[in-house]
T-cell receptor
Framework: AQTVTQSQPEMSVQEAETVTLSCTYD???????LFWYKQPPSRQMILVIR??????QNATENRFSVNFQKAAKSFSLKISDSQLGDTAMYFC?????????????FGPGTRLSVLP | GAGVSQSPSNKVTEKGKDVELRCDPI?????LYWYRQSLGQGLEFLIY????????KSGLPSDRFSAERTGGSVSTLTIQRTQQEDSAVYLC???????????FGPGTRLTVL
């Protein structure tokens, strides 16, 4: 079974600074997908960024980028120029395709506070 | 287009009562997921539907929990004889095979008194 670990339950960062959230996972699969989701206080989960395991190039979405280390099974999220609106819970997720469809596993989350 | 919707947004019930939570996925999405999220915690997988069938029910915590999906669309999660430990936010998500991304609803906050 796959597991996803986020070792930082809580983090804080000053506005405009850069912060990195860590995520490691355990799998024997070679083909899979990784995601970072954001859940602000409004409770609505929003996709931040995704990475296909077969792609070596790290995904980037504006101020959000990942450092994907497949051999180390590490998938960290870097937020540049942090904004107050980035305050949220961040969940790392692993997904593999099965005969039945998609199997998602979520990490426990990291609560990020952006300080003014 | 419309996103995933869930109703009610909040539900307060008394211990021992049954509750039904509803999820309307995005039109055309074949996969539907239910998760439970206790206060400040991560997502606990409950059940997954592909079309109307549920190939993975492994996350349902007890036989008091059941879910169905009809017409490949709306899903209902039913909790019978609710207990206080059932209090949580219940999230629904849908995805389209090949898209590889889950779209989440706003959740239903269930409080069992």
């Amino acid at each position: 079974a796959q597991t996803v670990t986020q070792s930082q339950p809580e983090m804080s960062v000053q506005e405009a600074e850069t912060v990195t959230l860590s995520c490691t996972y355990d799998t024997s699969e070679s083909n899979y997908y990784l995601f970072w989701y954001k859940q602000p206080p409004s409770r609505q989960m929003i996709l931040v960024i995704r990475q296909e395991a077969y792609k070596q190039q790290n995904a980037t979405e504006n101020r959000f980028s990942v450092n994907f280390q497949k051999a180390a099974k590490s998938f960290s999220l870097k937020i540049s120029d942090s904004q107050l609106g980035d305050t949220a819970m961040y969940f790392c997720a692993f997904m593999k395709l099965t005969l039945y469809g998609q199997n998602f596993v979520f990490g426990p989350g990291t609560r990020l506070s952006v300080l003014p | 287009g419309a996103g995933v919707s869930q109703s009610p947004s909040n539900k307060v019930t008394e211990k021992g009562k049954d509750v039904e939570l509803r999820c309307d996925p995005i039109s055309g999405h074949t996969a539907l997921y239910w998760y439970r999220q206790s206060l400040g915690q991560g997502l606990e997988f409950l059940i997954y539907f592909q079309g109307n069938s549920a190939p993975d029910k492994s996350g349902l915590p007890s036989d008091r929990f059941s879910a169905e999906r009809t017409g490949g669309s709306v899903s209902t999660l039913t909790i019978q004889r609710t207990q206080q430990e059932d209090s949580a936010v219940y999230l629904c998500a849908s995805s389209y095979r090949g898209n590889n991304e889950q779209f989440f609803g706003p959740g239903t906050r269930l409080t069992v008194l």
